[in-house]
């Protein structure tokens, strides 16, 4: 792999691609690192510090993951990638639901430019309302629960509060315009790049953290690290390949068809998505207790104690089973199976010892049903891993391998990967892979 990696930074128009994504990737972190105007950047760093152990138990979890840790800095990418993840997801639910963007869906490459010009409007509302609410937080003190210090330098200016929301959400759309930049003149997918880099630039930190509090649970984590992505990439690399073949027509005078291919279905068909939609569900409760610390409902109480934390038995049962459910409900509103059949028997396309048609569309059905069992149940085998540290061992709040982060950073590197070896291919080079 080293000499392809060589032999890719010898050849020219590869080099300067790979030397493009590699400068977009350091701007992206010097936005990362860079503050917000009207932060207290001594007073911030010091309740970062003191809450960094604390973080990933916050009902902002998620973000601050995907935000590579830029959210409790209250920088210009404080809100990193995930206004745009989150307006992505909902484009695509929307999509099954409104027959106006379904229609767009349908129209190709002028419908999805369409489609793509919604996300970036709905991601913009997103940033607006998130980096509000976060402004709000840390100019009440609620960003850091545990902290005295105002991390503002002055919370009662209003124009300053301002200023600062629209910094951030400018920041959320100069990330969608690198992702782009990326996409078209660099390596791989632009937003999957970012994503991947904001999730890796954590990792040292907290692998530092580890090894520094003990020894023994650093290379525990690490055995675990890399069994976990062994198998993430065993799994996410399988796939049932469904054979086609398609009859011979004439059309004119040429004789079309007459080939065969095939429909890889993959274990995990769903991706990320499921683990994303049942993380930001269970948020809900936390966010419940949060506003109602005070009360003595007994709902409230019942909540706290069960799905507030992560170490109890009806919080790991739940996310398991949110997991399976969203695992199964996106894959249905994703891969149409009816459509599929149709448009092979638009092309005289049929799969052999099956009939085109209905019977073609319940085969397909059937079998991906059945597919999406074992990947249910490995996205929440795998997400459940540092649920079940902290309870072990308490390890969670630094456990890096976590399912959502290894997910994420095996799918972007095997699909970087292929590209730069289809990219190498090309110029009659042997690539990664033999």
């Not at 790979?18 to 932060?39: C, D, E, H, Q, Y």
């Not at 909902?90 to 430019?113: C, H, M, N, S």
């Not at 910094?167 to 390596?187: C, F, K, N, Q, Y």
């Not at 010892?353 to 019977?359: L, M, N, Q």
């Amino acid at each position: 792999m080293l000499t392809a990696f060589t032999r890719a930074f010898r050849t020219p128009d590869l080099r300067k691609k790979l030397l493009f994504t590699l400068g977009i990737i350091a701007l992206f972190r010097l936005g990362s690192v860079l503050p917000t105007p009207g932060v207290h950047v001594q007073n911030l760093a010091a309740c970062f510090d003191q809450a960094r152990n604390g973080a990933a138990g916050n009902i902002y979890g998620m973000v601050q993951l995907f935000s590579g840790g830029a959210l409790l800095k209250l920088s210009v990418f404080a809100l990193g990638i995930m206004p745009y993840i989150t307006a992505s997801i909902i484009l695509q639910l929307l999509v099954v639901v409104i027959p106006r963007l379904e229609a767009l869906k349908k129209e190709g490459q002028a419908g999805q430019t369409k489609i793509t010009q919604y996300t970036r409007y709905l991601t913009i509302g997103l940033a607006v309302l998130q980096s509000t609410a976060f402004i709000a937080l840390a100019r009440t003190g609620q960003l850091f629960p545990n902290c005295q210090q105002d991390v503002l330098l002055d919370p009662d200016n209003i124009f300053g509060i301002v200023t600062m929301v629209v910094i951030m959400t400018a920041g959320t759309s100069v990330i969608m315009w690198l992702g782009e930049l990326i996409t078209d003149r660099g390596v791989g997918n632009g937003m999957s790049i970012l994503i991947f880099t904001q999730i890796v630039a954590v990792f040292p930190s907290e692998l530092a953290n580890i090894f520094q509090a003990n020894k023994f649970t650093f290379a525990v984590v690490l055995v675990v690290g890399v069994f976990m992505i062994a198998a993430v990439v065993f799994v996410e690399q399988g796939q049932r390949r469904i054979p086609v073949q398609y009859a011979k027509r004439m059309v004119g005078r040429r004789m079309y068809g007459g080939t065969s291919t095939y429909i890889p279905l993959k274990v995990n068909q769903a991706g990320i998505i499921p683990v994303i939609f049942a993380s930001s569900l269970l948020y809900l409760p936390q966010l419940i207790t949060s506003l109602f610390q005070t009360s003595d409902n007994v709902v409230v109480r019942w909540i706290a104690q069960n799905l507030a934390t992560g170490d109890t038995p009806i919080y790991m049962a739940t996310f398991f089973l949110l997991i399976v459910f969203f695992t199964y409900f996106y894959v249905s509103i994703t891969f149409n199976p009816a459509e599929v059949a149709d448009n092979m028997k638009k092309y005289g396309g049929f799969i052999p010892g099956i009939r085109p048609g209905r019977p073609t569309a319940e085969y397909l059905n059937f079998v991906l049903t059945r597919l999406t069992a074992p990947g249910a149940l490995y996205l929440g085998l795998i997400s459940m891993v540092p649920i079940v540290a902290l309870a072990v061992a308490g390890a969670s709040q630094n456990f890096p391998f976590g399912g959502t982060s290894i997910l994420i950073m095996v799918g972007v590197g095997l699909d970087t990967v292929k590209q730069i070896e289809s990219q190498l291919q090309q110029r009659n080079y042997e690539g990664f892979l033999r």
